[in-house]
């Protein structure tokens, strides 16, 4: 079995995980706890809200020789954290405190996770493709897996919240032994070019976040990136992880089955945009769909204020999947192809922190928001604040002619 095929493999029982999570975290909150909206809010921040104080660090620590022989211990810790909830629910103690600190617990071992996991994709990556492609190709299977896990977790009123978790424990326990086989299976091999360039630099050029962010700063197409990426988490991320799961219970007085039927058909529309780009081939200017589906976001968040049945808000949450699986995979594409080697543990985990860390705070506002003026307005502001953006970036040439041919300039 190949390096990229284990790699394949590993980060799909993570994302399968993260599937469970996605409807098990927030119905934990709505369904079982019965919070109010800010009270969901805080729990989707706490999870998120660890990007904003450890994602530059997490990068900093992926740019350190040898970082990568730590990627399956944080897996493992992972399986404790769930592990810990899986008991506390088997014995019926969940709280709010409780599931405030098993997010809080998450978002820490995630802000590690996702640098030092993106860091290490060319090491692994097929050789016989483009690094876009081989990103679409991640991209699909993360989907996949995510789509499985949903559709597990969707199940928790049949099988019981015990049995989802316990799926998730065995899921990131796979994972992580894959990645340690992974990690042995390249040390063995005697390693990358990558990683023995980094060796030479020294650790106090690659552990310098302040480097990372001028870099970034500087960069005339990864600066505009940063701002669309975090708007998006803000926005986008707040809204969905927050007005959703109220949208479903209050207005469409739906349960567990019918929210996971929300999240199944979003993940149905990343895979099939991941589908149509991997069949497209290869996107000479990126920038321009990732505008695109600003705009195209914009319009769906609108149409969905206009509360649809409930049938046409799967329909939307679909195209809304399918918007957001292009912007992400040619996003992540492109900020692949415009970075140095040196720098790319950090810069990825400035992506993440814009993303995951604007997240929590839109989180935290879509859940006052919600409590004074309704999901569906909050929904309807998104929509119109997703369109200005798109009207405001439309002019920055430098993002809308970006070609993959440009390389790692600033």
Not at 134 to 155: E, F, K, P, T
Not at 199 to 214: C, H, N, T, W
Not at 248 to 253: K, N, V
Not at 312 to 321: E, P, Q, R, S
Request: aromatic share 10%; with cysteine; charged share 10%.
């Amino acid at each position: 079995m190949g390096l990229f095929v284990k790699y394949l493999l590993a980060i799909g029982f993570a994302a399968l995980a993260m599937g469970i999570q996605i409807v098990l975290l927030p119905w934990l909150a709505v369904g079982e706890l019965q919070l109010s909206a800010n009270q969901v809010g805080w729990v989707q921040s706490a999870v998120l809200l660890p990007g904003v104080v450890l994602m530059l660090f997490g990068g900093a620590f992926a740019d350190r020789p040898g970082a990568v022989r730590l990627l399956p211990g944080l897996y493992g810790l992972l399986v404790l954290c769930h592990g810990f909830m899986l008991w506390q629910v088997g014995l019926g103690m969940l709280v709010l405190p409780i599931l405030l600190g098993y997010a809080l617990m998450l978002g820490i071992c995630n802000a590690f996770i996702q640098p030092l996991r993106e860091k290490v994709l060319p090491l692994f990556a097929s050789n016989d493709s483009s690094l876009q492609t081989s990103v679409v190709q991640i991209s699909l299977c993360v989907y996949v897996a995510q789509a499985v896990g949903v559709s597990l977790a969707g199940h928790m009123d049949q099988w019981g919240v015990t049995s989802i978790l316990a799926a998730q424990c065995v899921s990131v326990f796979i994972s992580a032994v894959l990645f340690f086989l992974l990690v042995r299976q390249e040390r063995r091999e005697g390693g990358s070019a990558s990683h023995r360039s980094s060796a030479k630099e020294g650790p106090s050029s690659v552990v310098s976040i302040a480097d990372g962010l001028r870099f970034v700063f500087h960069h005339r197409v990864l600066r505009h990136l940063m701002v669309l990426v975090g708007f998006n988490g803000f926005m986008h991320i707040g809204v969905f992880v927050v007005a959703l799961p109220l949208l479903a219970r209050d207005i469409y007085q739906q349960d567990a089955l019918y929210f996971a039927g929300l999240q199944l058909v979003f993940v149905g529309g990343n895979i099939v945009a991941t589908l149509g780009l991997l069949r497209r081939g290869l996107v000479d200017r990126p920038g321009r769909p990732v505008l695109f589906c600003l705009l195209y976001a914009g319009i769906i968040m609108l149409a969905i204020s206009a509360q649809p049945k409930a049938i046409g808000l799967l329909f939307l949450v679909f195209a809304w999947g399918v918007v957001a699986g292009v912007a992400s995979s040619l996003g992540k594409s492109l900020l692949h192809q415009q970075v140095d080697e040196s720098y790319r543990g950090r810069v990825l985990s400035i992506y993440q922190l814009a993303l995951f860390g604007a997240a929590p705070l839109g989180a935290l506002a879509c859940g006052y928001a919600v409590h004074s003026w309704g999901a569906l307005n909050l929904f309807k502001i998104g929509g119109l604040l997703s369109l200005a953006l798109f009207v405001l970036y439309w002019g920055v040439r430098a993002f809308w002619e970006v070609s993959t041919e440009d390389g790692s300039s600033s």
